[in-house]
């Protein structure tokens, strides 16, 4: 019905980047806001960064500063730039999107399959 799919993770060293990318696809009538999760091995998931329709983009206290997320509304994609990365930054990133599938439904959260971003000393 509808796929989230990410791209873009892997290992980076200390004061690195990194760009994510999160592509939606399928039965998609509006997205109301889309953003970034990340869960370190042991923590719980942590809401990383958003950018909500019409609104303004939030960041984790964490982050600000060195991770910026911007969307392409025609692509239906979320990019999450991640600079001057730190070893605390490992973690299994995860795209989220509220999409609606037709103008009679509300929208509800889908979620990409996760990305492993490792960050090394």
């Known amino acids: 019905q509808v796929q989230l799919v990410e791209s873009g993770g892997g290992l980076a060293q200390a004061g690195g980047s990194l760009r994510l990318s999160c592509a939606a696809s399928g039965r998609i009538f509006s997205i109301n806001d889309m953003g970034w999760y990340r869960q370190a091995p042991g923590k719980q998931r942590v809401l990383v960064a958003r950018?909500?329709?019409?609104?303004?983009?939030t960041y984790e206290d964490s982050v600000k500063g060195r991770f910026t997320i911007s969307g392409d509304n025609a692509k239906n994609t979320v990019y999450l730039q991640m600079n001057s990365l730190k070893p605390e930054d490992t973690a299994v990133y995860y795209c989220?999107?509220?999409?609606?599938?037709?103008?009679?439904?509300?929208?509800?959260?889908?979620w990409g399959q996760g990305t492993q971003v490792t960050v090394s000393s």
């Open positions: 950018i909500p329709r019409g609104g303004s983009t």
């Open positions: 989220y999107a509220d999409i609606a599938t037709s103008s009679t439904y509300y929208p509800r959260r889908f």
